[in-house]
């Protein structure tokens, strides 16, 4: 088996296809990783996520890799323009919003618990 895996993420399954405004796809799976998951969201202009997300142990990273927007960080909510990278504590609620252009982020995730260590925070970001 090769030491490396080559993935193109355009290629991926569109995970959130049903839901409008947004498009997911993920890439832990297809890079057969032990350590790291990769995925791209893309958000349709001024598309805002109320349910944020938290996680038990897992640790991530955002890149804005085009448009802009802003992300709520637990009480924070903080402007992104491209090539911003976050940081971010798996306790941390997050949640993303799209500006007038749109947003793309590439999000990166470090090791996992087996079935993933993601929680869900409905309604948490409607002001």
């Known amino acids: 088996m ?9 290629e991926l399954e569109d995970s959130a296809a049903r839901r409008d ?10 890079l057969n990783s032990e350590h790291l ?17 938290r996680h038990r142990e897992q640790e991530e990273a955002y ?5 802009s927007g802003r992300i709520k960080l637990g009480d924070d909510i903080i402007d992104l323009k491209p090539w911003d990278l976050v940081r971010i504590a798996p306790s941390t609620v997050r949640a993303l919003e799209a ?6 982020v590439v999000a ?15 309604d948490w970001w409607t002001d």
């Open 21 to 30: 405004g947004v498009e997911a796809r993920f890439g832990r799976k297809h």
């Open 37 to 53: 998951g990769v995925s791209v969201f893309r958000y349709e202009p001024g598309h805002r996520n109320t349910l944020g997300h």
């Open 99 to 104: 500006g007038p252009d749109g947003l793309e």
């Open 108 to 122: 990166i995730g470090s090791d996992r618990p087996e079935g993933g260590d993601g929680e869900t925070v409905e």
């Open 2 to 10: 090769a030491g490396y895996t080559i993935v193109n993420m355009n």
């Open 63 to 67: 890149l804005v890799t085009a448009g």
